[in-house]
C-alpha cells in the first residue's frame, strides 16, 4: 500500500551529523524507517545513533545496499549532493532544502532523469508511506497522530497541506498509501504528473489526491494525462491562491513558484482545465473523502 518507500526501504542520510539530520533521522527511525547510514564529508568514522558516517556517498554504497537517500544539505551545496547520491546509482532522493538556485534544480532534473532516479524536492519536506517508513521531516515526531494507512495518494505542491489533506482523510474515514510533499520550487525535481502515474499504476491506490497553486505547469500537465485517458483512478484536485488573481502579475506568494504569469496560472483558469479533463475539483478540505467515497 504504498510506493517509492516501505517498511523495508534501506535510506541513506545525508548530514546526518547536523542538527537538522539528527533531528528528523531520530524520528524517522522511530517509525520504523530503516536508516542503515550516514555520510558527511571530513566525518568519515563518527557514528549517529550507533549508524556508521561516512565521507562519500560511493563509500556507503560500497559498505551497504542502500535504495533511498535523503538529504541535510544547505542550499548552495544540495546539487553536489544530490549528483553524488545519483552518481552512486541510489535511485530515490528526497532533497529537503529550500532557496536551491534555480538553475542548480535544472541540472539536478536533467541528471535525474537520465540515470533513471527520482528526486522529491527541493524544498520539500519529505514523503510518507503511512504505517511504513517516512523520509524528511514530514509527519514530525508522530505521524500517526495524522497520516494513518490506507488506499488513497497524495501529492501535493506544500508541505503544510500534506500534512491537512491527510488529516481530512483521516477524519472522512480514509487513510493514506503514500503521501508526497514534491517540494515548491519551480523546477522539481519530479514533475507532479510522474506521481500520478505512479498512483495510477499501485495495485493499492484506490484514489489520487493532488493539491495545487497558481503557477507552473504542473497541474496542465496533470490535465494532459487525464485528457489523454491514461488515468484509470478517481483523481481528485484542490487548489488553493484564488486570492493572486486580484495582484499584480509576476508576484510569488508563500512558495517561490505560486506566481502568476499570465491567465492560464490562475487557480481559476486551472480548476476548470482540470475539470474538464476530468478530475473532481474539490471547493474544500472537507469534500475530499466525500468525492472519493462518492466516485470510488
Not at 111 to 117: I, L, M, N, P, Y
Not at 183 to 203: K, N, Q
Request: glycine share 12%.
Amino acid at each position: 500500500m504504498s510506493i517509492l518507500i516501505d517498511e523495508n526501504t534501506r535510506v541513506l542520510a545525508q548530514g546526518l551529523t547536523g542538527t537538522q539530520g539528527r533531528r528528523d533521522a531520530r524520528f524517522c527511525l522511530d517509525y520504523g524507517t530503516k536508516i542503515i547510514c550516514g555520510v558527511t564529508p571530513g566525518k568519515g568514522g563518527e557514528e549517529v545513533y550507533g549508524l556508521p558516517v561516512y565521507g562519500t556517498v560511493a563509500e556507503a554504497v560500497a559498505q551497504h545496499e542502500i535504495d533511498a537517500s535523503v538529504i541535510y544539505a544547505p542550499p548552495m551545496r544540495t546539487k553536489d549532493a544530490i549528483l553524488e547520491a545519483i552518481d552512486a546509482g541510489v535511485k530515490l532522493i528526497c532533497a529537503l532544502a529550500e532557496f536551491v538556485p534555480r538553475h542548480d534544480t535544472v541540472i539536478v532534473r536533467a541528471a535525474a532523469e537520465k540515470a533513471g532516479a527520482v528526486v522529491v524536492g527541493c524544498n520539500t519536506n519529505g514523503l510518507i508511506s503511512a504505517g511504513k517508513s517516512k523520509l524528511g521531516a514530514i509527519g514530525g515526531d508522530d505521524p500517526d497522530e495524522v497520516f494513518v494507512p490506507g488506499r488513497v495518494g497524495i501529492c501535493s505542491r506544500s508541505g503544510g497541506m500534506s500534512a491537512e489533506l491527510a488529516l481530512a482523510l483521516k477524519r472522512g474515514g480514509l487513510g493514506v498509501s503514500t503521501c508526497i510533499s514534491m517540494g515548491g520550487d519551480v523546477t522539481p525535481g519530479t514533475p507532479m504528473v510522474r506521481y500520478v502515474e505512479m498512483f495510477d499504476a499501485d495495485p493499492d491506490t484506490d484514489a489520487i489526491v493532488v493539491f495545487g497553486e497558481p503557477g507552473t505547469s504542473a497541474e496542465h500537465e496533470v490535465a494532459d494525462f487525464l485528457r489523454a485517458g491514461k488515468c484509470s483512478k478517481p483523481l481528485v484536485a484542490l487548489l488553493a491562491g484564488e486570492f493572486q488573481e486580484n495582484y499584480p502579475e509576476g508576484v510569488s506568494f508563500g512558495h517561490v513558484a505560486a506566481m502568476i504569469q499570465s491567465e492560464s496560472d490562475t487557480v481559476s483558469a486551472k480548476r476548470k482545465m482540470l475539470e474538464d479533463a476530468g478530475a473532481h475539483v474539490a471547493r474544500s478540505l472537507g469534500d475530499i473523502p466525500k468525492i472519493i467515497k462518492k466516485v470510488s
